[in-house]
Nanobody, 115 residues
């Protein structure tokens, strides 16, 4: 059974940092395109990190995605956090073959940026 488990969220003051982790079980994350999304209350889910070099404008220069294939884990380092970064953050793993598409989501981790 495939599972993605996010962790590392929490309450942080503006300007602070958090590192989110997405650990895969029953899945080899190195074979998948993994991205980080977030969803704030009343808003649509948005993609914030599509690859380790492709980021939404709102987080560019502040967020960094990285992979540790040995640990089957993808990270999202978030620096200089702002109140508008408050959201539930999700990791997504996707892969397409000729006969099937695979798409998996984690349960999400809450990030709250507030003083």
């Amino acid at each position: 059974q495939v599972q993605l488990v996010e962790s590392g969220g929490g309450l942080v003051q503006p300007g602070g940092s958090l590192r989110l982790s997405c650990v895969g079980s029953g899945i080899n994350l190195s074979a998948y395109a993994v991205g980080w999304y977030r969803q704030a209350p009343g808003k649509q889910r948005e993609l914030v990190a599509a690859t380790t070099t492709d980021y939404a404008d709102s987080v560019k220069g502040r967020f960094t995605m990285s992979r540790d294939n040995a640990k089957n884990t993808v990270y999202l380092q978030m620096n200089s956090l702002k109140p508008e970064d408050t959201a539930v953050y999700y990791c997504n793993a996707a892969m397409s073959t000729i006969v099937r598409k695979f798409n998996y989501w984690g349960q999400g981790t809450q990030v709250t940026v507030s003083s």
